[in-house]
Structures are given as C-alpha cells and as structure tokens.
C-alpha cells in the first residue's frame, strides 16, 4: 500500500525559481526520504530526515518534517533546467520496510 | 560507487513463460528490494530480503518469487508471466539499519518488461 502522498502531481516552474513539493503519510516512520527519477531511469536517493529532526538541508535542497501533521516538504531553491524529474517521498517505518508515493513531475522551463 | 546492476533494461516475453529478473550489488548491502513501477501508482514492494536464504513479502506478491542464495544477488521470478505484470521493475538495496542507513536505498536502473 501507498504510504506518502505527493502534493502536488505535476509542478512546472521557470529556471531560477523555488520548487516546493509536499508529501503527507499515514502511519508512524523512522525516517522519511526523498528520490528523484529521471525519466525511465532508477530513482536516486536524496536525502533522508529522521523522525525526530526537523528539518534538514543538502545544497539547494531544504527538507521538513512535521511528525504531528505526518507531513514533509521538499524544497529545491534556484532551479535549474536540469532538475527537470520526477520526485518521490519514501517513508521508512518501524518494520524497516519502505513505501513510496507516486511523485510529483517537476519541469523547469529553462 | 555504490552500484545496483539490473540484468536487463528492456525484456519482452509471451504470457505463460517463467521469467527471471536478475539484481546484483556491489557493496555488501543486508537488504535488497523488489520493486514495481506504474503510472500513477508510485513504487509498490513486491519482495524483500534481510539476509541471505531469507524473503518476506511486500504489499502485491501475487505471482512473484525471489530468491536470495547469495548476498549480493537477489532474483525476481515470475512463475507464469501475465500481460498484467508488464511494469518497470526496479531493485534496490541497503545497508541493515543502523549500520550506515544515512545512505537511504541505491537503485538499479530498472528493467521495462512487457508481456505480450
């Protein structure tokens, strides 16, 4: 069963602009991560928050989490053309098992 | 670098045939994972494993196996392929949590197989 929800589907923004994508779970997690896609591709791991932190960042990547809304957000600053993928948010639970939400399509018009 | 290597990246084959989709990582992973890719579905987990000779199932095992003889190889089989699995497959593995888990899960690439 899906566990993240990605909010929203698809996100089309110009270069230089911020992306802010949201995910939203249902049960309790030892870690929420995030994934980017490349069309066709595997996914390439991102970066993971912990349970307890509450936000973290990696570049032009800035992540939150908020356990008692069971939500988290992605956020990437000064996009590029090159960001152009999908992103997905994968929650780690208490059976060290992971489950994905089904993206967000980003498109950065360059 | 980390590396999950998928067999194939493109398979096709006929309804009713056994089929085996083969993954191997390099860097001495406890985990691997099976995964299942699908327009508006995201990622579902189809098998994963902790240890060698060990399996569990994910959320859709329906018609699905995997072996795990060796550690760094983890094998997805379909016993009697059905045009319904045509899907990207994608493995994954990691280190057992605790030991390095800052480093999430690596991905293969994936293979797109379709059943005809």
């Known amino acids: 069963s899906q566990q993240g929800e990605e909010d929203p589907q698809a996100l089309s923004i110009q270069e230089g602009e911020n992306a802010t994508m949201n995910c939203s779970y249902k049960t309790s997690i030892n870690n929420l991560q995030w994934y980017r896609q490349n069309s066709g591709r595997g996914l390439v791991h991102l970066i993971l928050?912990?349970?307890?932190?509450r936000e973290k960042h990696s570049g032009r990547l800035r992540v939150t989490l908020d356990t008692s809304k069971k939500s988290s957000s992605l956020l990437i600053t000064a996009s590029r053309a090159a960001d152009t993928a999908s992103y997905f948010c994968a929650t780690e639970n208490n059976n060290n098992d992971m489950r994905f939400g089904a993206g967000t399509r980003l498109t950065v018009k360059p | 670098d980390v590396k999950v290597t998928q067999s194939s990246r493109y398979l096709v084959k006929r309804t009713g045939e056994k089929v085996f989709l083969e993954c191997v990582q390099d860097?001495?992973?406890?985990?691997m994972f099976w995964y299942r890719q699908d327009p508006g579905l995201g990622l579902r987990l189809i098998y994963f494993s902790y240890d060698v000779k060990m399996k569990e199932k994910g959320d859709i095992p329906e018609g699905y196996s995997v072996s795990r003889e060796k550690k760094e190889r983890f094998s997805l089989i379909l016993e009697s392929a059905s045009t319904n699995q045509t899907s990207m497959y994608l493995c994954a593995s990691s280190f057992w949590p605790g030991q390095g888990a800052n480093y999430g899960y690596t991905f293969g690439s994936g293979t797109r197989l379709t059943v005809v």
């Open positions: 860097m001495d992973h406890e985990n």
């Open positions: 928050i912990r349970s307890n932190e």
